[in-house]
Structure formats: structure tokens, C-alpha cells
């Protein structure tokens, strides 16, 4: 038997959602859990079009859940949507009883990036967004903190609990901000010392596995981390370029990549990370030619960078991985994408690096 967690997955969609569309979009949440490590038992889909006030998710599908989770000895409900903390809280009512873990898609996405920070400013970012998402759970989480900071509820006989844990949590957040605060002055130092030594910047940016930091190690000979898993990356790495028809050095920098609803919370706690982003000259958007869900993971990608007021930017579209198609798709793909003056690439293959190179420098010095 496996060790791995077992789950159901659960999305409720809109009733006119094509079937391509909520096939797409389960397995993305299916790519989550496997990055997580989790093990898929049950996918379920559930056309609704008001999501239920209370549990998000309707009340006789909620029984019928609870008793194939019994059935199917799991330990998890995922939920691919985003929910309001109090609708978690309620359902968590319901299955926690029976050990039965809920998450929604936040909650899963928060997991892997705790599981692949490294960097302090990483894990104080992600420790931000979680404070923010857990709301009303956060009565939970506040027993935890209490305990584990030996016994803050004995002051003040007349506050509940809950009062004193939100303080507790409103302070915590509270140093989170500053502490990130002064890891973004110090980036912007950072910034502002390149900028004097004359150097323009370039940010890589796509959705998530796209390829954009192979295509940072290609371009720069910087070692980093490359994984076939979603948000592999969580922080920026920057490295120098060298562009040979002008004789001068650029750089390059890498961050975390997209994915579609993203929550507004996760970008906000994340913008010391995109700050690199937010300040570049011109961005490289990284698609990956290979990805038959092409068209709305760039759709994606471009909405994210409209949000972060990116989209007035110079943008090369880089579609990478031309390793892994044939002749035809490639034509197919430079026809369909013609507007978008597509340069294609291979990272790992290091194929058309140059001409990549050189539309950089036309960009930014022609
Ligand atoms: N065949 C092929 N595989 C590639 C190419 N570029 C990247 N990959 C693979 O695609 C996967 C994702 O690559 P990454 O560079 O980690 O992707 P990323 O966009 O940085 O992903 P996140 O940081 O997780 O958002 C890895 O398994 C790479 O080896 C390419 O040109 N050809
Ligand atoms: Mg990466």
C-alpha cells in the first residue's frame, strides 16, 4: 500500500464550463497534489452556479463526500476553488471529526511553497499569505502559537481567547511586514546600485514549469534549481549576460512563476519576489511550445503581469522546449502566434540562445 496521502478532489464549476476547460482544470490540480506528494483517489465535479454561502461546496454533495471519504479511507478533501475562510471553517466542522484534512487550492498551493522555500524572505512571505488566508481558522493555529509560546493567554482574565490570539496573530503579521520590509530596502539598494553601474535589467517570467529557469542557467551558466514540479522556484536569482553585438553586459533575472487564480493574497505577500519583475526593462515571457493548454496559460500569465501594472512593459515571447515538437507544430505554433513575434528556443538544448540574444539587444538598444 502506498504511504501517500489519499484524496479526494473535488471542483465545483459553473454549469456552461466546456468539458475541456474542467479537465484542465483538474489536472492542474492534479500536477499540485503530485508536486505535494499526494496521491489521487476521486475526482469529483460539481456544476453549481453560486458557489453555497456556508460550506461553498452543496449540502448533499457535502454528505455524499463525507461518505465516499469514509468509504475510501482518505485523509484529505481538496477543494479546487478559492473559499472564503469562514466556508473552510465550516466544512473543517464537518470533516475534521473523522481525520479528514480540507484544503482548498490556496491552501495546497501554500503547502509546496513551504515545502520549497529556502530563502528567509520566502518563508516570511508565505508565512504572511497564510495568515491572510486563514481568517477565521486561525482560532486553530492560535491555540498552536499560544501553546508553543508557552501559555501568552493568562493575561487578562476577562478576554476570550480568541481576542488575545487575534492580537497575537495581528502582531506577528505585523513584524512579518516590517521584516520584509527591510529585505525590500535592501533590495532596492540593491537595484539602485546596478542601475548606477549602468546595467539594464531583463526579468524571465511565464507560467509555472514553463522552462524559465533553464532558460536562466542557459543564458547565464548560473546554477539553479530546475524541476519538472509546479513553483520549483519561489525566490529571484539574477545573473549577467553577455551580448556580444554590442559588447556590454545585461541582466537576467528569474522569479516565481504563474498559475491560473492565483489568489490576490499570494501575489500581494509576493511582491518583494516580483519586485525584480516590477523594475525590469523588458521581460521575457517563457511559454512552453510542448503545452496543449498553451493558449490560456498565456492568457494567464498576461493578466497576472496587467495586475502588477507590468503589461505597458517590453515583452519578448520566448516559446521554449522546441526540442519536443515536431516541424509541424512549430509552424503551427509561429502562424498562431504570429503578433506576438515569437522567438523559439530550446533551454536545456541550448538551441537558438543567439537569436535570442540578439532580439534582446535590438530591444533593449535598437
Ligand atoms: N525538453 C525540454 N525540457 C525543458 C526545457 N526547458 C526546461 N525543461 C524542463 O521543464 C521542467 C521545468 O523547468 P524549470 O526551468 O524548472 O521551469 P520553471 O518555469 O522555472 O518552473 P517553476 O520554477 O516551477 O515555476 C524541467 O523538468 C526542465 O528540465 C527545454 O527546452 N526542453
Ligand atoms: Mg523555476
Redesign the pocket.
Known sequence: MSKLPRAILVDIIPPNMTPEDSLARLNELESLLVTYGGFVIVRKIQKKQVPDYKTYIGKGKVEELLEDALKLNVEFLIINNLLKPRQLYNLEAIFEKHAIKVWDKIDLILKIFDKHATTKEAKLQIELASLKHLGPRIFKMGLELMRQAGGIGTRGKGETNIEIMKRHIAAREKKIKADLKKVARNQEGQRNKRQSQGFKTVAIV?Y????????LQALTNKKV?????????LDSRIGKVYLPEINQSILVS?T??FIRDLPPELIEAFKSTLAETIHADLLLH?IDINDFEIEWKIEVVEKILKELKCDKKKMINVF?????VTPQREKTIRNKYKEKNPVL?????RENLTGLKSTITEYLFG
Do not use: H, M, Q, Y
Open positions: 511565464g509555472t514549469n514553463a522552462g524559465k529557469s533553464c532558460l534549481k530546475i524541476k519538472d514540479e509546479l513553483f520549483a522556484t528569474d516565481i512563476g517563457v521554449n522546449k522546441i526540442d519536443l528556443v530550446s533551454a536545456s538544448e
